[in-house]
């Protein structure tokens, strides 16, 4: 039996782990990494961040090799290991939207959860994709402001549906990005502006998304803006620790967790020590 192999490895203990962008059912999807990660790490909340069936890519073409499979098999099974399992829909996988809050073998759909971190830090969780409309009328949007913003956020299905109506097709930032390198940095800019902006709505300290395959840990003003990256590219994952700390972590050619290739980025000092002053303050203003 494979419990008792003496030189199993020792999985990587954490106590949440966000992967967003698998892609799965698009031959882009790198599972066997996937895999190999998925293997690798023990963790007590798993949250997919949205994208992680590509529905689009199966509608073109049906591309669902064994691996693929065994994949969503692990992810099932971890229910079973103890680990909370979260579904958050993007926009590839955007008919699972229609299931809000409803659990499917063990994993719940939900398609902005909120997370509490072991440090107390309110965490908002979403794919991302809304901001899309926002983007696209990013320099629209810093003359007529906030108002704009709220009316997009609420329109993006309606906007794109309208954009195809007139002959644009979908906006989508990931696929904008991807072919216009050279505009990539504003853009990049602006959805993250647009996401920390969403964060400050929903009075949280962090959120989480991913849609945009790049991978980050930042601090924005009172906010820290995490994105998950992808697995077609980066290999990237945002974990939290038992203590609360929040980690990037990007894989290496093998895949392997401690492979030389294995970046780590570290949220910074700063946002570590509001998040130990807060809960006194939050208790201050009661
Ligand atoms: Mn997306």
């Not at 064994?66 to 103890?82: A, E, M, N, Q, W």
């Not at 800019?189 to 962090?206: F, I, L, P, T, W």
Request: aromatic residues 10%.
């Amino acid at each position: 039996m494979m419990l008792d192999e003496p030189d199993k490895p020792q999985k990587l203990q954490f106590r949440t782990v966000w992967i967003s962008d698998l892609h799965l059912g698009s031959r882009f999807c790198r599972a066997e990494r996937l895999l190999h990660f998925l293997k690798s790490i023990q963790c007590d909340y798993l949250y997919l961040v949205g994208d992680i069936i590509d529905i689009w890519a199966l509608k073109r073409k049906w591309h669902w090799p064994k691996l693929h499979s065994d994949v969503v098999r692990r992810i099932l099974k971890s229910d079973h290991k103890g680990t909370r399992v979260v579904f958050v829909p993007g926009n590839h996988d955007e008919l699972f939207r229609s299931y809000n809050r409803l659990v499917f073998g063990g994993v719940e759909i939900n398609n902005e959860p909120i997370h509490e971190t072991a440090d107390g830090r309110k965490v908002v969780i979403l794919h991302g994709d809304i901001f899309d409309a926002v983007v696209a009328n990013h320099r629209l949007i810093t003359f007529i402001g906030d108002w704009l913003y709220d009316v997009l956020l609420r329109v993006n299905i309606w906007f794109n549906a309208l954009r195809r109506w007139c002959g644009f097709g979908h906006w989508s930032l990931s696929s904008y990005i991807k072919h216009r390198v050279k505009k990539v940095i504003s853009f990049i800019g602006s959805y993250e502006e647009a996401v920390v902006r969403y964060a400050h709505q929903k009075n949280v300290d962090m959120v989480v998304c991913g849609h945009i395959h790049h991978p980050e840990v930042r601090e924005m003003g009172d906010v820290l803006y995490c994105n998950c990256g992808d697995w077609v590219e980066n290999c990237s994952a945002i974990v939290e620790h038992h203590d609360g700390r929040i980690e990037m972590l990007r894989f290496g050619f093998e895949g392997e967790l401690d492979s030389e290739g294995t970046q780590r980025v570290a949220e910074p000092e700063s946002s570590r020590r509001r998040a130990a002053r807060e809960p006194e303050e939050a208790l201050a203003a009661r």
